[in-house]
């Protein structure tokens, strides 16, 4: 029983590169999300999607483009990485009830 | 938007003692408060939550409290045990918008 599933878990990059996060999820649910965390600042969302076809900005979208591809699949792209993005990134989902969230195992990203 | 705030940032109890982490929200129409648990290396975890016509919802050792008045809500842990050290998550959801808000996070230790 995998829930969500992000890859990859750890990467490096270099300022100005670009990455893209992956996330998907097993549960058939309608809403998926995307965070980070920083030390001290707990959990910020970025974007989220509250169904398949639909993206809204988060508290910090700047920076980040997103993808819901299909209800299971909901992708985080990075197209000029910045050393302030260096963070954990993490992806959730929710179902029935909205703000029951389902959170993956997270992405270690390293903006040098 | 909403804003939640959460207190202490950190928290260290002697086994056996009671913790309480309080929370304030700022979105009136937020209606759900659920709160997480982070064991390290890890994504949040759903331990409890409650609704807006709620005043108190207990499971076994962790309850929490909502005061909607005030804009407060906590959670309480009893007779705390070493697995019980994580870092805590509460949130502010307003369920018609499917947007979850956490608050900055308190990080427990439970002192053997």
């Known amino acids: 029983n995998a829930g969500v599933t992000q890859t990859p878990k750890f990467q490096v990059l270099k300022t100005g590169q670009s990455m893209t996060l992956q996330c998907a999820q097993d549960m058939n649910h309608n809403s998926m999300y995307w965070y980070r965390q920083d030390p001290g600042m707990g959990l910020r969302l970025i974007y989220y999607s509250a169904s398949e076809g639909t993206t809204d900005k988060g508290e910090v979208p700047n920076g980040y483009n997103v993808s819901r591809l299909n209800k299971r699949e909901f992708s985080l792209r990075l197209e000029s990485a910045a050393p302030s993005q260096t963070s954990v990134y993490f992806c959730?989902?929710?179902?029935?009830?909205?703000?029951?969230?389902?959170f993956g195992e997270g992405s270690r990203l390293t903006v040098l | 938007g909403e804003n939640v705030e959460q207190h202490p940032s950190t928290l260290s109890v002697q086994e056996g003692d009671s913790a309480v982490i309080k929370c304030t929200y700022s979105d009136s129409a937020s209606n759900y408060f659920p709160w997480y648990k982070q064991e390290l290396g890890k994504g949040p975890q759903l331990i409890i939550d409650?609704?807006?016509?709620?005043g108190e919802k207990k499971d076994q050792r962790i309850a929490v409290t909502l005061n909607k008045t005030a804009k407060h809500f906590s959670l309480h842990i009893t007779e705390t045990q070493p697995e019980d050290s994580a870092v805590y998550f509460c949130?502010?959801?307003?369920?018609?918008?499917?947007?979850?808000?956490f608050g900055p996070g308190t990080s427990l230790s439970v002192i053997p």
């Open positions: 959730a989902s929710s179902g029935q009830v909205a703000g029951e969230l389902f």
């Open positions: 949130a502010g959801v307003k369920t018609s918008y499917d947007k979850v808000i």
């Open positions: 409650i609704r807006s016509n709620v």
